[in-house]
């Protein structure tokens, strides 16, 4: 409800807001300019500028009848610079205080000056824990010859309370014009400064006020930059028969150049290996790549600044230089957001500044992975025309193309992996690819490719996976020892060794994270319905103790709306994981009709063959034959051509 009171408030806040409005009318040819012309005399930016239309101008035709713009301009009391008073009593703007101590404590001060015929009294309040002005230092000070007298009390009263720095009278005096302080206001020729020399005041004299001051720099033609706040301290503490400064004008200030923002270490001498947290430095971690995905900000455009025109004391304008524009520095791979100003990247990959160009390379390319490069992540493509030396990784979100070997080292990639030489991972080396990996051989490796594994030679004491085929198809073909696993086949021309020194075993026909994943699932959703069997023993009870009593205690009922929000989680979730088993069983099945072994050489003996979770072991060396599955066991078959129509050689690698 809005009371008087409030009202009453509301008003005087209002009131407050407004005598703090100071306006000026200004008449110039156009509303650009008027502004122009009032913010120099504000000392403040248009933007802090609010007006009232006057009189609207008129261009005229052909230059007749033109009419100036009146406008009546006043600055927004919230956005008015507020004053802050440095250690040595200069004043400073609120916008230029930055770096600059506030005065946190100070003496309370008092001036007393004759005006006219009166002795008038100024008293600045201590601040913080400064020490206040005594009213008997004031009496002291008032009596002199000329005094004729002077309210003690009123004195006294004003000590305590402060002017709030304005001179209140106090007593009167003898005045002898004749002894009058007398000053001269002097400008110099390029009318930037003007100055005010004082010549003291004998006994009986009146000192020179702020209105005198004012007075005399307008009687001389001053329009712009007169100083209240320099007066005022001159008439507080006047330095006699020397110049001061009591007008300035207002210089003019070139606006700032366009600027680039950078979001990326620009200079690479910068970019320092990583630490540990024990303060190493892990000098395979050399941090040397900037990684940026799609749309990621890069850059930022500052935008010039327009010149804040000056005026001169005679109200002359003073000229001021716009800021200098810069063109965006686009490179390859990158794009303007729609602000015009910010720089984005259009491909993930890594962000260069080659030629002052900002760019993104979705390929990397470097001539090995050593100590010189360290470790390697990168959003994209890596090229290594060289060697991966051991103990070094590369992480691609594209493809891991390497022109030389593969050492005891880890490649991740999220797309193919082309080793045009051979993996020797020496047990400890690891492959891990998202899409197809294409190799001469591969040795003491573990590999796991979401796609089909072709190789040229052999795969030797590894554990290798892949989702769909591995396909050995060069003059040797051979796989030795360790464990192959493919879903669909495993097509070689010799698998195993003379003697079976070495364990061989091939599974194919089945998917085995699908099946550990059912069967996860299947668990979870058994443990599921048992938790649902008691609560709805509890909701059951619950709700017959409802129907007898009618109502239930608060806490009983919440619990109720518990256990039925609980019931409620549980069979959404016990539906996703129906959905989720479905899928997997329907994949399943599709497995049915393939997993073959294709063997054109030779099979030897104690090679482990599995299809389908079903068993053969080789007891004599075979020759051409296919290992398949049917009805329950593992079948062998006379050896045919696999069709691999839908097997495709890397594309677009250099």
Not at 11 to 40: Q, S
Not at 384 to 395: L, P, Q, R, S, Y
């Amino acid at each position: 409800m809005v009371t008087l009171d409030m009202i009453r408030k509301d008003m005087a806040t209002f009131l407050e807001k407004d005598k703090e409005i100071h306006f000026i009318e200004v008449r110039a040819d156009t509303l650009d300019e008027a502004l122009a012309d009032a913010a120099v005399q504000f000392d403040t930016r248009i933007a802090n500028l609010e007006y009232e239309v006057v009189e609207r101008g008129f261009d005229g035709f052909l230059g007749l009848a033109k009419k100036p713009w009146c406008l009546k301009i006043y600055q927004n009391p919230e956005l008015v610079k507020k004053v802050v008073v440095g250690k040595n009593g200069e004043v400073i703007d609120s916008e230029e205080e930055e770096g600059i101590d506030r005065i946190t404590s100070r003496d309370g001060a008092f001036y007393i000056r004759h005006f006219g015929t009166e002795i008038m009294l100024k008293v600045d309040l201590p601040i913080g824990e400064g020490k206040p002005a005594l009213a008997d230092s004031v009496i002291e000070e008032l009596n002199r010859p000329d005094t004729k007298k002077f309210d003690a009390d009123k004195i006294r009263s004003l000590v305590e309370s402060g002017t709030n720095g304005e001179y209140v009278p106090v007593g009167d005096y003898n005045h002898e014009p004749s002894a009058d302080a007398i000053f001269v206001i002097d400008i110099s020729s390029d009318e930037l400064k003007a100055t005010a020399t004082i010549n003291p005041p004998a006994l009986g004299g009146a000192d020179i006020s702020v209105e005198q001051i004012k007075r005399a720099l307008t009687q001389q033609g001053v329009v712009a930059g007169i100083s209240d706040e320099k007066i005022q301290a001159l008439v507080d503490n006047p330095s006699y028969n020397e110049p001061v400064v009591v007008a300035e004008a207002v210089l003019p200030v070139d606006g700032k150049d366009a600027y680039i923002t950078y979001n990326f270490e620009t200079d690479r001498s910068k970019i320092r290996a990583k630490q540990a947290a024990n303060g190493q430095v892990d000098f395979k971690e050399l941090n040397l790549i900037q990684n940026v995905v799609e749309g990621q900000p890069l850059a930022q455009k500052i935008l010039a600044e327009h010149g804040k025109s000056g005026k001169t004391l005679y109200g002359r304008y003073l000229e001021a230089k716009n800021g200098r524009d810069i063109p965006l520095p686009i490179g390859k791979n990158v794009k303007v957001d729609k602000d015009g100003r910010t720089i984005l990247a259009a491909c993930n990959g890594q962000v260069l500044l080659i030629n002052d160009k900002i760019c993104v390379e979705p390929i990397m390319e470097v001539d090995g992975v050593n100590i010189k490069t360290g470790n390697i992540t990168f959003l994209g493509t890596v090229i290594v025309k060289g060697a991966v030396e051991d103990g070094f990784n590369v992480k691609a979100s594209g493809n891991i193309e390497v022109s030389g070997t593969v050492g005891k080292c880890t490649l991740e990639s999220d797309g193919d992996i082309i080793v045009s030489s051979g993996i020797i991972g020496r047990d400890e080396g690891k492959i891990v690819c998202g899409g197809s990996l294409w190799a001469k051989f591969i040795q003491n490796t573990t590999v796991r490719v979401e796609e089909n594994i072709i190789v040229t030679d052999s795969i030797m004491n590894s554990e290798v996976s892949a989702q769909k085929k591995i396909i050995l198809n060069g003059k040797r073909a051979q796989i030795t020892g360790g464990n192959v696993f493919a879903t669909e086949c495993v097509i070689a021309k010799n698998i195993g060794s003379e003697g079976g020194g070495t364990e061989t075993v091939i599974s194919v026909g089945f998917d085995p994270r699908a099946k550990k994943r059912l069967e996860e699932l299947l668990e979870m959703q058994n443990n599921n319905i048992k938790t649902l069997d008691e609560l709805e023993l509890n909701i059951a009870t619950l709700e017959n103790m409802k129907k007898v009593r009618k109502s239930l205690p608060k806490e009983k009922e919440e619990s109720l709306y518990k256990l039925n929000e609980q019931k409620n989680e549980i069979i959404a979730e016990n539906a996703q994981y129906n959905d989720e088993i479905e899928n997997i069983q329907a994949r399943l099945r599709q497995l049915k009709n393939i997993g073959k072994v294709y063997v054109s050489g030779t099979v030897y003996s104690g090679v482990k063959i599995f299809v389908r979770d079903e068993k053969d072991e080789v007891r004599a060396d075979t020759k051409n034959l296919i290992f398949f599955y049917e009805n329950g066991f593992v079948r062998r078959g006379k050896y045919e051509q696999p069709n691999l129509d839908d097997i495709k050689g890397p594309e677009g690698y250099s």
